[in-house]
């Protein structure tokens, strides 16, 4: 080391250089071993490309992103002229720790505004990415720098908030991944999976995303691509019996992802907000729009044979199961490796401690799609669509008991931007196992209620469905927390 040969004139930073060594090597030192069962090369054929950190700095991440559009082909033969970050289908892996600084120097290359906001991310609101209440949009040929603290271990993801319907059905999203160096799941087999949708004809031009006026808004667009990490149906290698961790985000405008591996089973560790108190186990897995599952999956089956993942049919409403099927989209290939028998998941618990009910200001919410007007549907919040929405009132450090009824004939994943919630039942106790959530799908003609707690973070925050189409439709709002000026919205309401 450098510093060792120093003069005097350095012994305090030696010494402090010392001391934060030897506490490096102590950290590294407790921080469990991660084992590894896979077969070399397993996820060769699903894997993320990720973006490139130009900082030497340990606690910061400097990337550059660059929104463009590009050719991609997601299928043998199979090419769309797609928007892109970087030039790929989804955008590149941010890889970081809890606690860094991401410095992301955004550049705008479409020929049209955008903006990038950094999904479930706990930051300030002039990082937050929604254009007119947190920055202006960025337009053609501008950039704009992001930078932020990434507080909180989990997986995250980012997308534009103009048009969203249309930008992220074009193939505008990526993974953010906040890793915990001290993370007690002890599994070096790890991966992201960025599942999404596309559409496009066979000159490979995207599909009109207003396509079926307000009749498609209302049921949600799909694309009749089904992607994991921009490939239609790729294959990923397991070993017998060995255990994999998967990190899925749900970045598609409108679909939902019913997973079903076989019949074999998901051992759920975490969700938006990183590890829930304790794991959970099922044999499917719902991941909705904008929501994020940690989940450890065990394949097993005979060397040399194949499982199928499959999106099963899911009825989130009319149109939603009618005129669609069951999807195949991954293969998990066994090698020929010896079976892992012995498996046993690391004791994964954590504490959390949910906003306190006593004393919760109670906001009632309901969600309604009138009979249609002049031939034309719209999704309200409290009796008004986003474009005629006062924001809700929040004061810093005020808890409240949100109560969501959802009067329609529709599911809507509700996210708010910027601070996690915990669902609670009818008696506003949490939900067990704990977990701080983002986003949550509220069932057609259902209630949903959360406890959420602003922190010291003013500003006027977005609140809306995941399913875009329902969010450019109507279905979009803001809490205004503290008393900063009174914003409403950032988006323009559609053209009739
Ligand atoms: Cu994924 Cu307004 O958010
Ligand atoms: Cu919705």
Not at 185 to 196: I, M, N, P, W, Y
Request: with cysteine; aromatic share 8%; charged share 20%.
């Amino acid at each position: 080391m450098r510093v060792a040969r120093s003069s005097s004139a350095l012994r305090l930073p030696l010494t402090l250089a010392a001391a934060l060594l030897a506490a490096s090597t102590a950290a590294r030192a407790q921080a469990p071993a991660r084992v590894s069962y896979a077969p070399a090369g397993w996820d060769a054929g699903t894997k993320l490309r990720e973006a490139v950190d130009i900082n030497p700095d340990p606690n910061i991440v400097e990337i550059n992103l660059t929104a463009k559009v590009a050719d991609v082909e997601v299928a043998p033969g199979k090419k769309v002229t797609a928007w892109t970050y970087d030039g790929g289908l989804p955008g590149p892996l941010i890889r970081t720790k809890v606690g860094n600084r991401l410095i992301v120097h955004f550049k705008n290359e479409l020929d049209a505004s955008t903006t990038v906001h950094w999904h479930g991310v706990r930051l300030n609101i002039e990082m937050d990415g929604v254009p007119g209440i947190s920055q202006p949009p960025v337009k053609k040929g501008e950039t704009f720098t992001y930078d932020f603290i990434v507080p909180d271990a989990s997986l995250y993801w980012y997308h534009p908030h103009v048009l969203s319907n249309a930008q992220v059905g074009f193939g505008l999203y990526g993974a953010l991944l906040v890793e915990d160096p001290d993370d007690p799941v002890g599994l070096a087999d790890e991966t992201t999976f960025v599942l999404s949708d596309i559409g496009f004809d066979s000159k490979g031009v995207l599909e009109d995303p207003e396509s079926g006026g307000s009749a498609g808004m209302v049921f949600g667009r799909e694309g009749a691509y089904v992607l994991v990490n921009g490939r239609t149906r790729p294959t990923l290698k397991a070993r017998p019996g060995a255990p994999q961790r998967w990190r899925i985000v749900n970045s598609a405008k409108s679909r939902f992802f019913y997973l079903d591996l076989d019949g074999q089973e998901f051992t759920l560790i975490g969700e938006d907000g990183g590890l829930q108190a304790s794991p959970t186990k099922s044999s499917i897995l719902l991941v909705t729009p904008g929501e994020r599952k940690d989940v450890i999956v065990r394949p097993t089956g005979k060397a040399g044979s194949e499982l199928t993942l499959r999106a099963m049919l899911y009825n989130r409403g009319y149109g939603s199961i009618e005129y669609r099927s069951v999807e195949d989209i991954m293969t998990i290939a066994f090698t020929d490796d010896p079976p892992v028998t012995k498996y046993e998941l690391p004791k994964i618990s954590r504490t959390l401690t949910p906003p306190p009910l006593a004393g919760a200001t109670p906001v009632p919410v309901v969600f309604t799609l009138p009979p249609q007007e002049a031939g034309h549907n719209e999704f309200r919040i409290n009796g008004v669509p986003f474009w005629k929405a006062q924001p809700f009132k929040a004061k810093i450090g005020e808890t409240q008991l949100w109560t969501v009824k959802n009067d329609t004939d529709f599911d809507h994943p509700f996210h708010m931007h910027g601070f996690f919630f915990m669902v609670v039942d009818e008696k506003g106790a949490p939900v067990q196992p704990l977990v701080w959530k983002d986003t949550v799908n509220i069932p057609l003609k259902t209630t949903a209620r959360f406890l959420v707690t602003f922190d010291n973070r003013p500003g006027t925050w977005m609140l809306h469905c995941h399913i875009l189409d329902h969010a450019e439709g109507g279905l979009m709002g803001t809490v205004q927390v503290g008393d900063g000026p009174v914003l409403t919205h950032g988006h323009e309401p559609p053209k009739k």
